[in-house]
C-alpha cells in the first residue's frame, strides 16, 4: 500500500470520528476520547503504520465501555478494520 493510500485511510477514519464527535447522543467522555484518537491519527511525528496500531488499540479498549450506543460502536468497528489494512502492511 502506497504512503498517499494509507493517507486517504487515515482521511477516511478521521471523517467518521469527526461525525461521531459531533453526535451528541454519544456521551460527552466517549466524543472526548474519539476526539484524541483523531488527534493521535493527525499527529505527523509519528509512521502512519504506528499511528494506526495505537489508534487501534485505543478503539478496541473503548469498545468494551457498555454505554457507547450501538451505531457508535459499529462505526468504531468499522475505523478498525480499515486502520488494520494500513498496520498489517508493515
Same mark, same amino acid.
Given at each position: #500500500?502506497e =504512503?498517499?493510500?494509507?493517507e =486517504?485511510? $487515515?482521511? *477516511?477514519? &478521521? /471523517?467518521? !470520528?469527526?461525525? #461521531? $464527535?459531533?453526535? $451528541?447522543?454519544? +456521551?460527552?467522555?466517549? *466524543?472526548?476520547?474519539l %476526539? #484524541? #484518537?483523531?488527534? *493521535?491519527l493527525?499527529?505527523?511525528? /509519528? %509512521?502512519?503504520?504506528?499511528r494506526? @496500531?495505537?489508534?487501534?488499540?485505543?478503539l =478496541? =479498549? !473503548?469498545?468494551?465501555?457498555p454505554? $457507547? +450506543? +450501538?451505531? &457508535? *460502536?459499529? @462505526?468504531?468497528?468499522?475505523?478498525v478494520?480499515?486502520? /488494520?489494512?494500513? %498496520?498489517?502492511?508493515?
Amino acid at each position: #500500500m502506497e =504512503e498517499t493510500e494509507k493517507e =486517504e485511510v $487515515i482521511k *477516511r477514519c &478521521t /471523517e467518521v !470520528l469527526d461525525e #461521531m $464527535i459531533g453526535d $451528541i447522543t454519544v +456521551p460527552r467522555n466517549i *466524543r472526548k476520547s474519539l %476526539s #484524541m #484518537m483523531k488527534n *493521535r491519527l493527525l499527529n505527523g511525528k /509519528e %509512521s502512519v503504520a504506528v499511528r494506526a @496500531a495505537t489508534v487501534i488499540s485505543d478503539l =478496541e =479498549e !473503548l469498545n468494551t465501555n457498555p454505554n $457507547i +450506543p +450501538p451505531h &457508535t *460502536r459499529t @462505526a468504531l468497528w468499522s475505523i478498525v478494520s480499515n486502520l /488494520e489494512t494500513i %498496520s498489517a502492511e508493515e
